[in-house]
């Protein structure tokens, strides 16, 4: 049977996982599933800033350099997520005793450091995660409240000023189909185009859990998206039910929906998508905040014991 790395790379699309690197460095099936299974690789925690960053004036890039260097050794893209973003941000890292520039030059210093040392490793970087909040709004992070809007400018910016050649994304959940906050994240994106940010592409993450968004109104989202010159990728897709109300066939169900996404990805010229994890042992629905009282835990590709799931057949077969 052909493997879905082997489908994925003859359509030239993009099968990704996001990379658990306790996993990789202590699962040998973990490792032999990722590489024969998947084309690409999203580090799930690695190269977040708090992870990456132990104390004000260490980086520890073990991990990173760990899962970075399996994919090299197993020809694999990397995904670089995340340089922005206002969650998982060093615990000693207290904003209220930093003035606005401060802020300003910790936040150049993390993009050029990170950013850098990847130059050569990792061509595409969510350079800024989630700056939109649900209802529209710019969200009010440290970043914003110390450097406005701007920010982003100054973070795409920054990133292309040392990773020259990669493709700097926009990535944000919630946003996927034609709604409101994708609304928002438009005329962010538009702006941003129009003031001469160097973004070349906006991920959608679409985390189908409990509301799945509707394939047709994703394409329609894409393809305004794509109008505007940047490219798209789907990039921390899972699926899951609300908890209790799984329906008998829910394991047919959720491989049809990704079936439909992979056939909408093909057909709106998006040639990329990440599934949020490996196997379903290791969501992250089974461990964030109060995920596992509202979503069923088994929203991958690969099921508890790494066995090919029902969703894996589908995708593989839409490609
Ligand atoms: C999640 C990871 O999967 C968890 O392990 C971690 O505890 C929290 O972050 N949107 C994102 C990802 O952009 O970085 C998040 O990853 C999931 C939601």
Not at 54 to 73: C, I, K, L, M, Q
Not at 193 to 220: F, I, K, N, Y
Not at 286 to 298: A, L, V
Request: with cysteine; glycine share 8%; charged share 30%.
């Amino acid at each position: 049977e052909q493997t879905l790395r082997a489908a994925a790379a003859e359509r030239g699309f993009d099968v990704g996982a996001a990379v658990d690197a306790d996993a990789l460095a202590t699962d040998p099936s973990y490792r032999r599933r990722l590489a024969r299974e998947f084309t690409a690789v999203t580090p799930e925690n690695a190269l977040k800033m708090g992870p990456l960053r132990p104390s004000p004036d260490t980086y520890d890039f073990g991990d990173a350099d760990a899962v970075v260097g399996f994919a090299r050794a197993h020809d694999m893209r990397v995904r670089g997520h995340t340089l922005v973003w206002h969650n998982q941000t060093p615990s000693w890292f207290r904003p209220w005793e930093y003035t606005d520039d401060e802020i300003g030059e910790f936040l150049r210093t993390h993009v050029h450091t990170v950013a850098g040392r990847y130059r050569s490793a990792i061509d595409t970087w969510d350079v800024v995660n989630e700056a939109v909040a649900d209802d529209g709004e710019m969200r009010e992070t440290v970043w914003y409240d110390a450097l406005g809007e701007e920010y982003l400018d100054l973070a795409f910016g920054w990133a292309d000023e040392v990773a020259p050649d990669a493709d700097l994304y926009y990535n944000d959940y919630g946003a996927d189909a034609v709604n409101g906050k994708s609304d928002a994240v438009y005329d962010l994106l538009s702006r941003l185009l129009g003031r001469g940010v160097p973004v070349d592409g906006v991920g959608l993450q679409l985390h189908a859990l409990g509301d799945w968004p509707d394939p047709d109104s994703v394409a329609e989202n894409v393809a305004r998206f794509r109008d505007l010159g940047l490219d798209v990728e789907i990039t921390e897709m899972d699926v899951a039910f609300p908890a209790g109300e799984a329906p008998p066939d829910a394991l047919a169900r959720q491989a049809d929906y990704y079936a439909e996404v992979v056939e909408t990805c093909l057909d709106a010229g998006v040639d990329s998508l990440t599934v949020w994890g490996v196997d379903d042992a290791r969501t992250w629905l089974r461990s964030f905040r109060e995920f596992p009282e509202r979503y069923t835990g088994d929203p991958l590709l690969f099921d508890d014991a790494g066995d090919p799931k029902p969703a894996y057949h589908a995708v593989r077969d839409a490609l």
